[in-house]
């Protein structure tokens, strides 16, 4: 059965890896990246030992060029697998002179088939990347990779 995560659009993908589709998130936290493990696997336990390996390359990786190409503060990582069955990792960035700088960063949640935002998502300023930007972080990734 193929998913969402199975037909990613060739333009959202920044590169591909043995094991991942490295792509841009939500940009709720600029620089915002998720790794898509490839198959359907949905928990960590379930891979072999050479994809588990592989799939965490893939995170370093795509955490070293976003260090690089943003230099955020520091950066928050999260493995889900929830709504699509896909692993797949998020790379937030988070930035100090944000005011969630130190908190859990935002997620969307899901209610009766809906994305919606948490409660409080004044808190966390979200400043979502402009088109422009977005494709010009895709590029400068595209080359760290
Ligand atoms: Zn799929």
């Not at 930035?95 to 935002?117: I, S, T």
Request: proline fraction near 7%.
């Amino acid at each position: 059965m193929k998913c969402k995560f199975c037909q990613i659009p060739s333009e959202e993908i920044i590169t591909e890896t043995k094991t991942s589709i490295i792509r841009l998130g939500s940009q709720l936290h600029e620089g915002h990246t998720q790794i898509v493990f490839k198959r359907h696997v949905e928990n960590i336990h379930d891979l072999s030992e050479e994809e588990f390996i592989e799939f965490s390359k893939d995170l370093r990786n795509a955490a070293k060029a976003v260090k690089i190409a943003l230099n955020p503060d520091k950066m928050n990582y999260a493995l889900y697998g929830n709504w699509e069955p896909h692993l797949h990792w998020h790379i937030y960035p988070r930035y100090k002179n944000k005011p969630d700088f130190g908190q859990p960063p935002h997620l969307k949640w899901k209610v009766n088939g809906k994305r919606v935002n948490p409660p409080k998502l004044e808190d966390f300023t979200a400043s979502p990347m402009n088109e422009t930007d977005k494709k010009s972080l895709k590029e400068q990734l595209r080359k760290l990779l």
